[in-house]
C-alpha cells in the first residue's frame, strides 16, 4: 500500500493547545509576534523559538496566487522520514504524488478563508508501517498583517493515538474532513 494521508478532524484553536503543552508554546510565541495583526510575516518567525524538538516536524510554506499553490520553504527532516520525500523549494503541483498533499491544500485553505490558526489530527499511513496520528497546529503566515500568504505546521508525532481520539471526542466543535 503506497503511503496515503488523510486530514479527519479539525477543532477551533481555543479547544485545542491546552492538553498539548508543546503546541501550546507555538501557538503562544506565534500569538506574541502577531500582535494587532492578522499573522506575523515568516521574516519574523524564529523556527528557533519553538520547542527544539518539534523543529524537525515543521513546514513552512509560501502561497503562490498565480498557480493557487503552495511552495514549500521549510520542510524538516522528519517531515522527510514520514512522508520520504524532501520537498523544500517545490510546489504542490509539481509533485509526482501531490495528491498527497490535498488535504494540507484544504487546511490552507480554510486558513486563508478565516485567517486564523487550525489545530488539526492527521494520520499519515506509511507502506508496511502502523499508522501515524498527530495533532497539527497550522498557523498562517502574512507579509502585509493581512492578506494570509504562507503557513506554519507544526506537527507532534510523540503523542499517543488514544489521547488524541480522547481529545476530539470530548469537543463539541469537531469536524469531520473527507481526504
Given at each position: 500500500m503506497?503511503?496515503?494521508?488523510?486530514?479527519y478532524r479539525a477543532v477551533?484553536?481555543?479547544a485545542g493547545c491546552e492538553q498539548w503543552p508543546r503546541l501550546k508554546e507555538v501557538f503562544e510565541y506565534w500569538a506574541s509576534i502577531r500582535?494587532?495583526?492578522?499573522?506575523?510575516?515568516?521574516t519574523e518567525f524564529d523556527l528557533g523559538k519553538i520547542p527544539l524538538a518539534?523543529?524537525?516536524?515543521t513546514l513552512v510554506a509560501d502561497y503562490d496566487p498565480e498557480r493557487?499553490?503552495?511552495?514549500?520553504?521549510f520542510w524538516g527532516t522528519a517531515m522527510v522520514s514520514v512522508f520520504r520525500m524532501e520537498v523544500t523549494g517545490r510546489f504542490v503541483a509539481d509533485l509526482q504524488n501531490g495528491a498527497l498533499?490535498?488535504?494540507?491544500?484544504?487546511?490552507?485553505?480554510?486558513?486563508?478563508?478565516?485567517?486564523?490558526?487550525?489545530?488539526?489530527?492527521?494520520?499519515?499511513?506509511?507502506?508496511?508501517q502502523p499508522p501515524i496520528l498527530s495533532p497539527v497546529?497550522?498557523?498562517?503566515?502574512?507579509?502585509?498583517?493581512e492578506a494570509v500568504d504562507?503557513?506554519?505546521?507544526?506537527?507532534?508525532?510523540?503523542?499517543?493515538k488514544r489521547e488524541l481520539m480522547m481529545f476530539f471526542e470530548k469537543q463539541d466543535s469537531a469536524w469531520s474532513v473527507d481526504a
Open positions: 503506497p503511503l496515503h494521508y488523510d486530514m477551533e484553536l481555543g500582535g494587532p495583526r492578522t499573522a506575523p510575516p515568516w518539534l523543529v524537525p516536524s493557487d499553490d503552495l511552495r514549500f520553504r498533499f490535498e488535504p494540507l491544500m484544504d487546511g490552507f485553505r480554510e486558513i486563508r478563508r478565516t485567517k486564523r490558526p487550525l489545530l488539526t489530527v492527521n494520520e499519515v499511513h506509511p507502506e508496511n497546529l497550522r498557523m498562517p503566515l502574512s507579509d502585509d498583517g504562507g503557513v506554519v505546521a507544526v506537527n507532534d508525532f510523540g503523542l499517543k
